[in-house]
């Protein structure tokens, strides 16, 4: 899988955007990003994917850049309960039948503040 | 809720002891990951089984094995275990092996070996 790199940590204002970067310029043309948040000790959530365009649900939206070398998560209004560590992630297509699983790196650890 | 369902939620055992984790995947899902996540390794993909069959392997150790049952829930195997075994084991389930499938995580088997 594209190794992806983070920020370790990031401190956001409840109520402001909580832009969060991810660094993925190895990614080949059929991996996809994903992201999930793991608030404490939790099972990881997942929040949102993307292969090309531009995606947005109702927890987030995901950018990503034109040459899909680097992406970033958006949380429109940040909220205390948005605390958590999130995790971007490179997927790869399983080949022949092969297993399709996720590889989590360190994500970042975002703190929102009062 | 994901609806993804892992028992039990905490177990405590001895060194060298053998203990079993279930999980039961959403209805639908065919496929079933076991993730580890210890305090110094972040989370650690350990195996993945679709349909009943195992599709990838991770970091799992020869003391550890798992199967998945006709009904498609899953149990984890875990044998002679050490100190270092202590940590959380995550369930995922997802409909198939496709990369733009969706993993739904459970909330976790708490494990602490004494």
């Known amino acids: 899988d594209a190794k992806t790199t983070q920020p370790p940590s990031m401190d956001c204002a409840e109520g402001r955007a909580a832009n969060l970067p991810c660094n993925h310029s190895?990614?080949?043309?059929?991996?996809?990003v994903y992201w999930y948040r793991q608030i404490h000790s939790q099972g990881p959530q997942y929040i949102i994917h993307?292969?090309?365009n531009n995606e947005t649900n109702e927890m987030a939206s995901l950018i990503i850049t034109e040459d899909r070398k680097s992406s970033t998560l958006i949380l429109p209004h940040a909220t205390l309960r948005d605390t958590a560590v999130y995790y971007c992630?490179?997927?790869?297509?399983?080949?022949?039948?092969?297993?399709?699983?996720?590889?989590f790196g360190g994500g970042t650890r975002l703190m929102v503040k009062p | 809720d994901s609806g993804v369902t892992q028992t039990p939620k905490h177990l405590i055992t001895a060194t060298g002891q053998r203990v079993t984790l279930r999980c039961s995947p959403r209805?639908?899902?065919?496929?079933v990951y076991w993730y580890q996540q210890s305090l110094d390794q972040g989370l650690q993909f350990l195996i993945q089984?679709?349909?009943?069959?195992?599709?990838a392997k991770g970091n799992i150790l020869e003391r550890f094995s798992a199967q998945q049952f006709p009904d498609l829930h899953s149990e984890l195997n875990l044998s002679s275990l050490e100190l270092g075994d202590s940590a959380l084991y995550f369930c995922?389930?997802?409909?198939?092996?496709?990369?733009?499938?969706?993993?739904?995580f459970g909330s976790g088997t708490q494990l602490s070996v004494l």
């Open positions: 992630i490179v997927r790869t297509p399983g080949k022949n039948n092969a297993g399709n699983m996720l590889t």
């Open positions: 190895t990614i080949s043309g059929n991996e996809y």
């Open positions: 995922a389930s997802s409909v198939g092996t496709y990369q733009n499938e969706k993993l739904f």
């Open positions: 209805s639908g899902d065919l496929s």
């Open positions: 993307g292969l090309k």
């Open positions: 089984y679709y349909n009943g069959e195992e599709r």
